[in-house]
Every structure is written in structure tokens, then in C-alpha cells.
């Protein structure tokens, strides 16, 4: 099978990607380090989607990076609901404030620029109905249990990376931290009763999380 002839036929049959987050994955491509961490236009609307299922009031995101997931959700939000995103890079915030400025949906987002174990200390209980994880993948276990009681019951965690470029069937180096991070944290979480969770073999792989 060809798969970048089967996922350029994906693209030209789902909803074409928004002008915007277009120009922004151009600008991404051309002056930022690791464009390839970004969501995507297969992704993006993957996300979009979802959330537009999910019909959350409140959102966090661990891990903007340029903002283009962040994007996404938002163009899915109501009127007066909010996406808090968060990212730990503050040589990036200029840039994702740029991108956001030129959003007719700026005013659902709003921006934390710092380390996300603190920051998220300071949401409240039950407070989210969706949570994106996409940070650092040696924190995902640590990140998880910060933000299960940030989630309502029958609210939403949905992991990025998980499949982690197909590292997790292979042999592990003993200094790749990772991947080691996240061969644990799925285990883990396939184990976890407090949870229902499904892995969606999607770009890097998306793990769907929902909470009980």
C-alpha cells in the first residue's frame, strides 16, 4: 500500500483545510524548528470534529506549540465557551499570538505561557469537559494525573503521539527516554479502571480517554 498516495486521497475527500490555518502550517514549515510536531490539516479536523461531538464548554491543551490545534477547537467551540492552552516555550509566544490575532475566534483562547504541572494546579476541580495532551511525552504519565480530576465525568483526555512513529512495537534504546515514557504511559493507562480509552492508529496516534 502507498500511504502518501492513500493520505493525499484522504485529503482532497474531507473538508478543505481553513485558509488561515494554512497560512499558518506555510509560516511554521518555513521559520520554526519541528513543523513537524504540528496537528495538520487531517488532524486538525479530526480534532475539530470531535469537539464539535464532545460540545465542551471548557478545553485545555497541554502543548500549543504555533497554535494551530488550538485553532482548531476553537473554530468548534459555542459562543462563550473558552479553550486555556498552554506553552512552555515563551520564544514561541509572539509567533502564537500573531497567529491567533487573525482568528475570528480569538476571544474563546486564552494563552499561558509556562510550565504546565504548575499552571495546572491552578484550575479547579471538574472544570473541563476536553483535555489535548501534546507536550513533553516524558511528562505524559504526570500530566495525565494532573488533569483526571481537572475533568468532568464523561468528559474527554485525547493523547497525541501515542503510536510514537512506531517506536512502541520496536526495540527500545536504553537512552530514549520517550519512548520509554510512552510505552509507560500506555500500559498504564490500559490498566486504568477510572478510565475507558481507545487508540486511534491516526498520524502518530491518538488515544481517546474518557473519564467515568
Known amino acids: 500500500m502507498n500511504f502518501d498516495s492513500l493520505e493525499s486521497y484522504i485529503l482532497s475527500h474531507i473538508d478543505a483545510e481553513p485558509d488561515l490555518l494554512k497560512d499558518i502550517a506555510r509560516e511554521t514549515r518555513a521559520k520554526i524548528l519541528h513543523a513537524g510536531m504540528m496537528s495538520g490539516h487531517l488532524q486538525g479536523r479530526i480534532l475539530k470534529m470531535l469537539t464539535q461531538m464532545v460540545r465542551p464548554r471548557k478545553v485545555l491543551e497541554i502543548g500549543t506549540f504555533v497554535g494551530y490545534s488550538t485553532l482548531c477547537f476553537a473554530e468548534a467551540l459555542d459562543e462563550g465557551c473558552q479553550i486555556d492552552t498552554i506553552e512552555i516555550n515563551d520564544e514561541l509566544e509572539d509567533f502564537i499570538l500573531n497567529n491567533f490575532s487573525r482568528s475570528e475566534h480569538k476571544e474563546k483562547i486564552k494563552l499561558h505561557i509556562g510550565d504546565a504541572a504548575e499552571l495546572v494546579r491552578g484550575f479547579e476541580d471538574d472544570t473541563f469537559e476536553l483535555v489535548f495532551i501534546d507536550a513533553d511525552k ?75
Do not use: C, H
Request: no cysteine.
Open 138 to 212: 516524558r511528562l505524559y504519565q504526570e500530566y495525565f494525573e494532573q488533569v483526571l480530576p481537572k475533568v468532568k465525568p464523561g468528559g474527554f483526555i485525547i493523547a497525541d503521539n501515542t503510536l510514537w512513529y512506531g517506536k512502541v512495537i520496536e526495540k527500545v534504546d536504553s537512552n530514549d527516554w520517550a519512548t520509554q515514557a510512552i510505552l509507560e504511559f500506555n500500559e498504564k493507562l490500559a490498566g486504568d479502571k477510572r478510565v475507558e480509552k481507545v487508540i486511534l492508529p491516526i498520524r502518530d496516534g491518538l488515544t481517546m480517554i474518557r473519564k467515568k
